[in-house]
């Protein structure tokens, strides 16, 4: 079993920047696979990127590439999302999950969620 806790989010304008922080009960937390996830009112869970177990492999959504990243404390049992440049169309709920069982850009893989963080990005 794996609980998950995400902080930082609130209100930034165009152009800002923001940390997120996940932070992981279990003593497996090194071993899962863990990724960042975000929701706007009205639309579908959307992948944001994905970090493997070690921290040696990172994915990025285009819509975030080049922008955002993703990096994970294993001692500390921590996962970050640190944005960079926010747009107002990065507004919405960002959630962590962990231990995925399938593709990981599909929401319904992951088995573990957090209640989620709201970000709001002001023109």
């Known amino acids: 079993q794996v609980q998950l806790v995400e902080s930082g989010g609130g209100l930034v304008q165009a152009g800002g920047s923001l940390r997120l922080s996940c932070a992981a009960s279990?003593?497996?937390?090194?071993?899962?696979?863990m990724a960042w996830f975000r929701q706007a009112p009205g639309k579908e869970r959307q992948f944001v990127g994905v970090?493997?177990?070690?921290?040696?492999?990172?994915r990025y959504a285009d819509s975030v590439k080049g922008r955002f990243a993703i990096s994970r404390d294993n001692v500390r049992n921590m996962v970050y999302l640190q944005m960079n440049s926010l747009k107002p169309e990065d507004t919405a709920v960002y959630y962590c999950?962990?231990?995925?069982?399938?593709?990981?850009?599909?929401?319904?893989?992951?088995?573990?969620w957090g209640q989620g963080t709201q970000v709001t990005v002001s023109s």
């Open positions: 999950a962990a231990n995925p069982t399938g593709r990981d850009s599909d929401p319904g893989s992951w088995g573990y």
């Open positions: 279990g003593r497996i937390f090194s071993t899962y696979r």
């Open positions: 970090i493997t177990a070690s921290g040696g492999t990172i």
